[in-house]
C-alpha cells in the first residue's frame, strides 16, 4: 500500500500575482494608448496591488430556525467582489480599501435580503435573514403571454441565453478548493488561485475557454491506491497490461502509481472536464448533445413549484425530473451513462436568466446501478451546484460545487470479496473515495487590453499538480472559501499526517 506519494504530499506554495515584471510591461502599454484606457490599466493595477484591505467576518443564519444559512452570497453592491457563507453560516470577505464607503449586501434565495454601509458593519455580527416569497397565483395567472408550465418556462430560460451571459471576451479570477476523502479522513486536499478566459457564450468552449492555474496555497497529498484498480485502469487506458494478469504493489514503482493518479484525476472532474464539459449545463447549453440543449425535454422534465425572491427579484422555482431517456456524459474510457436526473433550476421572473442550478445524477439504468454499487457503493454518482451573479445586465458563475465517487480504493471485487471483507481489520469506511470541487468566482475583467496581457504572458495550464513557490502576501489579500468546522479538523489532521510522513 501507498503511505503516500512524496513528490505531492507537501504544502507548496506560491509567488505574487502581479509580479514587478508585469507591472513593468503595463509601462508599454501605457504609452501606446489613449488616456481612457490609460486610466483603466492604472485603476487596475492600483487595485490589484492595494495590499490594505480590511476583512469583515460574520454568520447569517435564518431569523425564524436560527440555523445558519449556506451558501449566502456576501457581496460589495455594484462590484464583483465577494464570497459566500460555509456550512456553518459562516463567511470572510476582504475588502478593498477604495470600497471601504461601499455597501455590504447578505442575499439568499428565498429571503429579504441585509444591505449596510461597510463603514458600519460591526465585526463578527450574527445577521438574521427573513423569509420572502411571493404568490404562484398572482404570477401564473397574469394576463400576458408568459410560458406557465415548468416545461416552457426552461426552453424560454434556454432560448434567452445568448441574452444573459457575456457576448464580449472576459477574465475571471476565482478561488479552487479540490478535496479528496473516504468517509472517516482526507486523502488529498489542494487549494489554488485560478484564471478562466471565456471569449463568449456563443463560441463552443472546448476550443475557446481557457483555464490557468495561477498559484497555489496548499497541497497535501497522502492517497492509498492498494487495490491498484486505479493503475490497472490506467495500464488498460496505455494499451498495456500484467503479464500475468496480476498486480502486486512491490512490482509497481511509486512514480508510475503517481501518473496512474493524475490521469485518474483528469478522466472525470478535472478542471478541464468540469468548464468544457457537459456538466457545465448552463455555459455549454449550445453544443451538440448538450444536457440543456436542443433536445432536453427527451431526458428532463420541469415543473414549477413555487415562487421565490432574492434580492427583491422574483424568481421561478423549477424542478428537474426525469424524462423519457436516460442521461449520459458521453465520458471516453467510462461508461457514465445511464442516469436520472433530478435536482432544481432558479430563473429570474424578469429576463428568464438562471440564477441557480442544483443538478444531481442518479444511477438509473440496470448496467449503472450494478457498476455504481460494485465501484463507488452509492447511486448518487454526480452532484453539481452552479449559482451566478449579475454583472453589467448579464450572468457570470460565481460558485460552482461538484461532488463524484471516484475510482482510488475500492478493495477487492473478486469472488472472494466477502471473504475479504471479513477479514480482522477490514474498514469499509476507508474503502470508497469521492471527490469535492468548489470554485468562488471573484474578479471580473473585461478590459481588452489586459485581456490581451493575460492571454499572452499566461501559460494557460489547469495542471493543479504543478508545484509553485509560496508567498503569503498573495494569500493575505485573496478572497477564499471559508472552511466548516468539520473541514478545519480534516484539515488540521491531513497536515499533521503529511508533516510526520516527510519526518
Known sequence: MIG???SISKQICCSNYISSEYFTKSKAIMTTFR????????????????????????TVADFMTFMPIENASVYIKNTTVGTITNADGKFALMVPE????DTLVISSIGFRSYETAINDYENGTDIYLEEDVASLDEVVLVADNRPKTGNDIMVRTIERLPNNFPEEPYLQKGF??????????YKWLIEAAITIYDSDYAAGAKNNLKINVDETRKSYDLRDVDSLFTFSAYLKSIGRGPKSGVISRNSVKTSALVDAIKWNDSRVNGLDNLFKGKLNLVRNAGAVGALFGKNMLERHQFNLDTILVDDGRKLYKLKITKGADYVGLSTPGIYNEGFEPQGWVYVYYDNYAIKKVEYELI???????????????TQNIHKLVVTYREYNDKMY?????????KLVNTGDRSSDRAKTESEPGFDKDEQYYFTIQEILFSDIIQDPELIKEELRDNQWTADIFSPKPYNAEFWKNYNVLLESQEEEKLILDLSKRATLFKE
Open 4 to 6: 503516500s506519494i512524496d
Open 363 to 377: 444511477a438509473s439504468s440496470d448496467i449503472q446501478k450494478r457498476r455504481s454499487k460494485s465501484l463507488f457503493a
Open 176 to 185: 479552487l478548493r479540490h478535496k479528496e476523502r473516504n468517509k472517516k479522513e
Open 35 to 58: 488616456l481612457k484606457n490609460l486610466l483603466r490599466v492604472l485603476i487596475f493595477f492600483v487595485s490589484a496591488t492595494t495590499f490594505a484591505q480590511t476583512e469583515l467576518k460574520g
Open 397 to 405: 458563475p460565481n460558485y460552482i460545487y461538484y461532488e463524484t465517487p
Open 98 to 101: 477604495k470600497n471601504i464607503s
